[in-house]
């Protein structure tokens, strides 16, 4: 007897020695992923590659980019063609941007990874995102990334102070009821309670004009959002006031009016002057955001941010106050994507990856949580309770891949999955839903554009100068800058795509 345990001792070690030795053995993939906050992921690292080795057959390696870092870090991988990254996160509004991306050559061409490896992944994603994602790409018309089941429709919202606007002796409804055209009197108490210092109205600028005209970001329109595109307010599905006409933004009544009221607001000591400064205006916002130092804000919203520990931490009530239905355009649909490195060694292994990714609980709950007993514990209910571990592995989940495999935790509440998929399945989709406009024709005005734009528009957006004097040179700078031209371009490439 003791012989054949001593037997059965040696064949578990001398399996066990092999199947290290097989582990050694797999390729490794190089995940790069966007937004992180990530120092330690050595634990979580150790249980992937075990859990992953027969699945995908390769070992994971992840490079944590950040909201700093991750958008040059990206494009140098992609141009310099570096094999050793083999996915990399791709968006309609990160520098890597997805369609233009893609059509260079730097994205591999899906489909026939899809074809052999993806049937369980086709039956985990919307219809409506698996469109967004195909695209004219250097291969010709197919899909070039996986895109992430995360809030699958936009919707922007005034993030509202609840305890500091009862304290003044007003409610949501006066809120929603006077309109951003009427909160003056508002913002007047506001000042009068908490002094010279406090600036009740805390805006991302950009995100501010969008939401007081109805319109929305034009995908590849570049970062100066030179176009617009107007919804119908009271039914985003259907045409707006000026069809599926592209506009320049600046030149059109409705941003007339808003600059107005934001000059008017700025000069009565509503807005913080640093809003209005490029170097200095996301920070601002942020710390008045941390501190909860503001009355109404804006926040492009997702389900359920109201849970989230940037929200939390304020330590007021906050409600946010929306401005139109959700919606689905090509900006959200293509808002968060992993791509494989056209120059990765491993295309087979990576894709096999991302099928797992976001179809597994378990791989997807491992990537984004942690590990149990480590990063989270699990309370009475089932819900996750996060340690003092998860300030060192916080990684961005929307940009992971599929939320809605996720665990409820115990700040969302029971059942907070189940209602997120319900709530965006009432997006509607927009007539335009799914172009992009390619720049290339008007490379060289688009460049222009933009110098003229960042002269101007941030300033204006936020108040700071008098739009009696400043809007028609800003107007008149862009003609001079080719607009007309960039314009004509637009439209017609919108006329097309609406043909089909």
């Known amino acids: 007897m003791k012989k054949v345990l001593s037997l059965i001792l040696t064949l578990a070690l001398i399996l066990s020695v092999l199947s290290f030795a097989a582990a050694d053995d797999l390729p490794t993939i190089t995940i790069m992923f966007h937004g992180s906050n990530v120092t330690d992921d050595k634990a979580v690292l150790e ?14 390696e992840v490079i944590w980019g950040t909201w700093g870092d991750f958008d040059e870090k990206s494009v140098k991988v992609l141009e310099g063609a570096d ?139 570049g970062n100066a959002n030179l176009l617009s595109l107007y919804l119908n307010p009271d039914d985003v599905s259907a045409e707006g006031p000026y069809g599926n006409k592209l506009l320049n933004k600046f030149a059109t009544p409705e941003y007339k009016a808003f600059v107005e009221k934001m000059h008017e ?12 400064v490029g170097e200095t205006s996301n920070d601002c916002r942020a710390n008045h955001q941390k501190d909860a130092s503001y009355l109404i804000g804006t926040q492009v919203y997702a389900f ?4 989230s520990p940037d929200v939390l931490s304020r330590g007021v009530e906050v409600q946010f ?33 991302l099928v797992l990714l976001n179809t597994d609980p378990v791989l997807m709950t491992l990537m984004n949580y942690g590990v149990e007993g480590i990063h989270y514990t699990l309370d009475e209910d089932g819900l996750v309770v996060f340690t003092d571990e998860r300030a060192n592995y ?69 108040g700071a100068t008098d739009p009696e004097t400043e809007l028609p040179a800003f107007l008149e700078a862009l003609d001079g800058a080719g607009m007309q031209a960039y314009l004509d371009e637009a439209n017609a490439q919108m006329d097309a795509f609406m043909a089909k």
């Open 47 to 60: 249980k992937v590659n075990e859990y992953i080795a027969d699945k995908v057959g390769a070992k994971l």
């Open 83 to 221: 094999k050793d990254v083999d996915i990399v996160f791709t968006s309609s509004w990160s520098d890597d941007e997805y369609n233009s991306f893609a059509k260079k050559g730097y994205f591999l061409k899906l489909d026939d990874l899809f074809a052999q490896y993806g049937a369980d992944l086709i039956a985990a994603l919307p219809e409506d995102l698996m469109k967004a994602a195909t695209i004219e790409g250097a291969e010709g018309k197919g899909v070039y990334a996986v895109n992430g089941f995360k809030d699958t429709a936009t919707q922007n919202t005034w993030d509202i102070n609840v305890t500091l606007l009862n304290e003044l002796g007003y409610t949501v409804d006066d809120v929603k009821e006077k309109g951003f055209f009427g909160w003056g009197e508002i913002f007047a108490k506001a000042k009068e309670v908490k002094g010279d210092s406090f600036y009740p109205f805390l805006v991302e600028p950009v995100v501010a004009e969008r939401m007081v005209t109805n319109s929305i970001i034009v995908s590849g329109d």
């Open 265 to 276: 607001y700025y000069e009565a000591g509503y807005i913080d002057p640093a809003l209005s």
């Open 304 to 307: 359920g941010y109201e849970y």
């Open 321 to 353: 106050l929306p401005c139109t239905e959700p919606y689905m355009d090509s900006t959200v649909s293509q808002g968060a994507m992993m791509a494989i490195n056209s120059a990765s060694e491993h295309p087979e292994e990576a894709f096999k990856f």
């Open 394 to 462: 916080s990684p961005w989940t929307n940009g992971v891949g599929n939320v809605t495999l996720l665990p409820d935790t115990k700040d969302e509440g029971k059942g907070f999955r189940e209602s997120f998929k319900a709530y965006y399945s009432t997006g509607k989709v927009i007539p335009s839903n799914g172009f992009f406009f390619d720049p290339e024709k008007v490379e060289t005005e688009m460049a222009q554009l933009a110098n003229v734009n960042a002269q101007y528009a941030l300033a204006l957006d936020c």
